[in-house]
């Protein structure tokens, strides 16, 4: 089969499109997008990036290119990476098809850690999370316990109902649930120290920051649909603990 030609189009939206489903700001995914236009010749490129989708025309009259966004995660490496190639192609260093052909294996390279492995990171934040925001030592086992079982739930449920603000509303019951049977069961000083480090590894704490970098920086469009969208996490969370408080006073 031949290989489709590359052009500075797809270089621009395919960078766009790892640093954008990777977490990245919007004005940082334009930027970058507009410097690897312009070190491919392109004098006027416009670039315009939101939460789900990126616009890309590499003059003001000439064909607009719309990439859609479907799934975001936050990936830093992968954003890190963009950007060292960005500069690499900004400093002439990469030819046009190469850095394709790098984008397309690193938008392919999905390296992340084993759910048990980020099970038990989960739970080490979370007993952390409980000491640092004042709780005891006697605190510390059963945030670790309940955050496990809260990150794992909403793993799994993420995975089934493919509807996030669901999943960590699933994840933060469980949360609620797990640590009110510790507590009831004489583990632990503090039922709200260990809830609030538990689900300190659900909070949206990258994405309410990326909310208000965008804003700052004039993208109310995209800054305002992030805010939107943390706003809504947090709600999951709480509504999820509330409901485990309305059936299981403690």
Not at 103 to 108: A, F, H
Not at 157 to 176: P, T, V
Not at 192 to 221: C, F, K, S, W
Request: proline letters at 4%; charged letters at 15%; one cysteine or more.
């Amino acid at each position: 089969m031949e290989r489709q030609t590359v052009t500075v189009e797809k270089i621009c939206l395919l960078a766009g499109k790892i640093m954008l489903a990777a977490g990245a700001e919007t004005y940082r995914v334009e930027d970058t997008m507009d410097r690897i236009a312009r070190a491919y010749g392109v004098e006027h490129p416009q670039s315009y990036a939101t939460l789900t989708g990126l616009h890309f025309s590499p003059e003001y009259t000439s064909n607009s290119y719309f990439l859609r966004i479907t799934k975001r995660a936050t990936d830093l490496h992968k954003i890190d990476n963009v950007n060292q190639l960005s500069r690499e192609i900004v400093a002439h260093q990469i030819p046009l098809e190469k850095a394709y052909s790098k984008l397309e294996t690193l938008e392919n390279n999905v390296p992340t850690f084993s759910l048990s492995f980020q099970v038990l990171a989960a739970s080490l934040v979370s007993g952390c999370f409980a000491l640092m925001f004042g709780g005891t030592w006697p605190d510390f086992l059963p945030a670790c316990l309940a955050g496990s079982i809260g990150y794992l739930a909403m793993a799994l449920f993420d995975k089934m109902i493919e509807i996030r603000f669901l999943a960590e509303f699933i994840g933060a019951s469980f949360i609620g649930l797990s640590a009110a049977s510790c507590f009831l069961l004489g583990f632990g000083a503090s039922l709200e120290m260990i809830i609030i480090g538990a689900v300190m590894p659900l909070v949206p704490g990258l994405p309410i920051t990326n909310a208000i970098r965008d804003l700052m920086a004039g993208h109310l469009v995209s800054g305002v649909s992030k805010g939107v969208e943390s706003l809504l996490t947090a709600v999951a969370i709480g509504a999820g603990i509330a409901m485990v408080y309305g059936f299981f006073p403690v």
